[in-house]
């Protein structure tokens, strides 16, 4: 995005560099956490909260403007007039929760003693955890454009436009400080010719330094329509290579997907290399990068799908009913029935789409399934066993251990892209050694062991 | 060396075409069907014919058509519960043998069971978006579908449909100010170019005359363009195809032509 752009119009979506502290490690029955990939890893990524029941829609856009707020301006095609009970702020930090509660995770499993089954009599089991329960105007006219309302919207000043022609339009966000980028002309008048609104918002610096915030919340829109949808075109007008967008849709039903481009799943449950521990950020995103090359850069990825009641591992504590509420989901406070075994009426699931216009041609159009199946992006780091051992169990357990750190080598390798040799150095370096780590005397109870038998 | 005789009947080459596409979706590309309901989808389907056969006293049980619908209803439908596809199975070879006009079905089978469950339960869908719009993928579509199509003597209505929908996909960017690249992914989908080669283009249900099956088939890419447009239906050319097949018997009257028949030399009374 130009930087004159992006000090201008910010189109539709545009995103959020948080800081999210890691939440501590939780164990869990599926391995423990330890961290997590959020939206804060990408460059120029947007986060917008996509809640849907059955044609109201609630859309909350987390803005990753930086710059000195009086420039912040943005221009969202909406599929009806707003009424000002439409229109309100989110605290970024419910915004950043269901990011963080959603985030494709890290997960480490400790291997037990090799010899406990023998020694103990039955097998080492990890401690379960029970998974996580639910925490409780005046019209002016203006060469066919005509601003249906005004409204002051805690930091934000927003006016509602219908307009019948793009280069009035183009000439009134102009004359009041919104600055069009070359080529929006077009888009702006296909979206005009399907009777779309437009919110526009510019902040009011006054009412900002009033109420004492730092930082530009979240604006939320509500609306009822048909349309599923999300506006991506007039964000790739003069955008300078790909952006990403992470979709968190709230649903009543099941999993959201995008109707007029393929929903992958990204790839999960790999085990990976020890040390990706320490720069599991790195590993996500090349891993990603790679995923989507392999989809020809056409597909939009599932990554989290999940019963908002619960989780396992938990990347971050479930939300409660009054965080679902602030984001456009009001089912979830009336009459919520327990469904799946303790779990709520709120379904989530994260989309990652990286666009562009060559693409993305065509905004993303969505369509809500029936689907409940619980999906997580998960890697798996298995550490193997470090205490001492006196059995001949381990030594078969020790001689297993490096074919089994070469499939990781293997798989990381795959999954981003990354020289497999060199992945096996570092994993050398960090005491994954490909070299059987079974002690020196074994051969001693081989032999004997083997007499035994 | 003996030649090769290739069977006649259209119906084997699209079983072989939608088998190869089950197959690939189980191994190479996931489209989203999966075995457990894909089994109960033909075995639905197939048990419902058997069953129907036995009922209507046909000499025969015919179970080519009931493999084509339940193959069909396992690539095509999504539901949280294997047993709705067994009973979308169930519902489209019923359809065929209850719902009759002037001795001939009048829906397409597997796209009224779609229909039929879309609007009747809350528990199904279809995934247009999962066809995806890679061109390898449109090109095998094609390739498999004029096998089908030239035995099936019935590409005409599927290339005229395609011409019609995409007419409309062009004239609606035209009229938008929309770049070219919008309509060409449009036209890319997977899920189109399927239900073009394998649901409207089937010759039961559709016009026997060549005029009136290109005046259906412009008549649905027609509905399909509002419905998907305006109404933003999900399932917009299925219900389409469903809402104006009773149409056919009407169009068969005014333009009366052979009667289509799979077999060039059609046993006797082995319909439906």
Redesign the interface.
């Known amino acids: 995005m130009s930087k004159a752009f992006s000090r201008g119009i910010k189109a539709a979506v545009a995103a959020v560099a948080i800081t999210t502290q890691l939440t501590p490690p939780a164990a869990a029955f599926c391995g423990f956490y330890v961290a997590k990939a959020d939206a804060s890893l990408f460059n120029k990524a947007s986060k917008v909260v996509l809640a849907w029941e059955d044609g109201k829609t609630a859309v909350t856009m987390a803005s990753d403007y930086e710059g000195d707020p009086k420039e912040f301006a943005v221009v969202i095609p909406v599929p009806s007039f707003l009424e000002r009970k439409d229109i309100s702020v989110v605290a970024m930090k419910t915004v950043d929760h269901l990011d963080a509660y959603t985030a494709p995770r890290l997960v480490e499993y400790f291997d037990p003693d090799p010899c406990a089954e023998i020694r103990d009599g039955f097998l080492a089991r990890l401690k379960a955890a029970p998974p996580s329960a639910p925490a409780a105007g005046a019209v002016q006219a203006t060469r066919g454009v005509v601003v249906e309302a005004t409204y002051a919207v805690g930091e934000y000043d927003i006016q509602i436009l219908s307009a019948s022609q793009s280069d009035g339009l183009v000439a009134y966000l102009t004359e009041n400080g919104y600055r069009i980028p070359a080529g929006a002309e077009d888009v702006l008048e296909s979206y005009i010719k399907q009777k779309t609104h437009f919110f526009i918002a510019k902040v009011n610096l006054g009412r900002m330094e009033e109420a004492g915030h730092r930082f530009l919340r979240p604006l939320q829109v509500r609306y009822e329509s048909r349309k599923f949808m999300l506006p991506l075109r007039l964000g790739t007008v003069n955008a300078q290579g790909p952006q990403d967008l992470i979709v968190l849709g709230l649903t009543h039903q099941g999993r959201v997907e995008t109707t007029n481009y393929r929903t992958v799943k990204l790839p999960t449950g790999m085990d990976v290399p020890l040390y990706v521990k320490d720069e599991f950020g790195r590993f996500y995103t090349a891993m990603f990068d790679r995923a989507a090359e392999r989809q020809d850069r056409r597909a939009v990825f599932l990554e989290y799908a999940w019963d908002i009641g619960w989780c396992d591992p938990c990347a971050a504590e479930p939300l409660s009913n009054d965080e679902l509420s602030a984001l456009g989901a009001p089912w979830i406070g009336g009459g919520a029935k327990n469904r799946n075994g303790g779990g709520s009426d709120a379904f989530v699931t994260r989309l990652h789409v990286r666009y562009d216009a060559q693409h993305f041609p065509e905004d993303l159009a969505f369509m809500e399934t029936r689907d409940r199946e619980n999906f997580q992006g998960r890697y798996v780091l298995r550490h193997p066993y470090a205490g001492k051992t006196a059995c001949r169990a381990a030594d078969d357990y020790y001689d297993a251990l490096p074919d089994r750190f070469a499939q990781e080598a293997e798989t990381l390798a795959d999954l981003t892209g990354w020289d497999e040799k060199a992945i096996k150095a570092r994993m050398e370096a960090s005491g994954q050694s490909f070299t059987s780590s079974a002690p020196e005397h074994s051969w001693i109870r081989r032999w004997f062991f083997n007499q035994d038998r | 060396m003996p030649a090769i005789s290739w069977p006649k009947d259209g119906r084997y080459y699209q079983i072989a075409a939608l088998g190869l596409l089950l197959g690939l979706n189980m191994t190479l590309i ?1 489209l989203g069907a999966k075995p457990l309901p894909s089994l109960f989808a033909v075995a639905g389907a197939l048990g419902t014919q058997a069953v129907c056969s036995r009922l209507w006293r046909l000499p025969t049980i015919d179970l080519r058509s009931p493999l084509i619908t339940g193959l069909s209803l396992s690539l095509l439908l ?3 519960e294997p047993w709705l596809h067994a009973a979308a199975g169930c519902i489209a070879i019923a359809s065929k043998f209850v719902l009759r006009i002037d001795g001939k079905h009048v829906w397409n089978p597997a796209g009224f069971a779609l229909v039929a469950l879309i609007f009747g339960t ?4 279809i ?8 061109l390898w993928f449109a090109a095998l579509l094609g390739f498999l579908a004029l096998l089908v199509l030239q035995r099936a003597r019935r590409a005409d209505i599927a290339l005229f449909f395609l011409a019609s929908y995409a007419a409309l996909l062009f004239a609606r960017a035209f ?5 070219l ?2 309509p ?3 036209l890319e ?1 997977g899920s189109l170019l399927l239900f073009a080669f394998f649901m409207i283009s089937d010759p039961k249900t559709t016009p026997e005359a060549r005029f009136p099956r290109f005046l259906f088939a412009f008549a649905v890419a027609l509905l399909a363009h509002y419905l998907a447009f305006f ?2 239906m ?1 399932p917009a050319l299925y219900v389409a195809l469903i809402a104006l097949s009773p149409v056919n018997p009407i169009l068969d009257r005014v333009f009366p032509s052979q009667r289509f028949q799979w077999s060039a030399t059609p046993r006797q009374g082995a319909s439906p």
């Open positions: 996931d999504r539901a949280d809350d528990d199904v869908w995934s247009p978006g999962q066809w995806g719009a890679s009229w938008l100010g929309d770049p690249a919008i060409l992914h449009q989908s109404m933003q999900r």
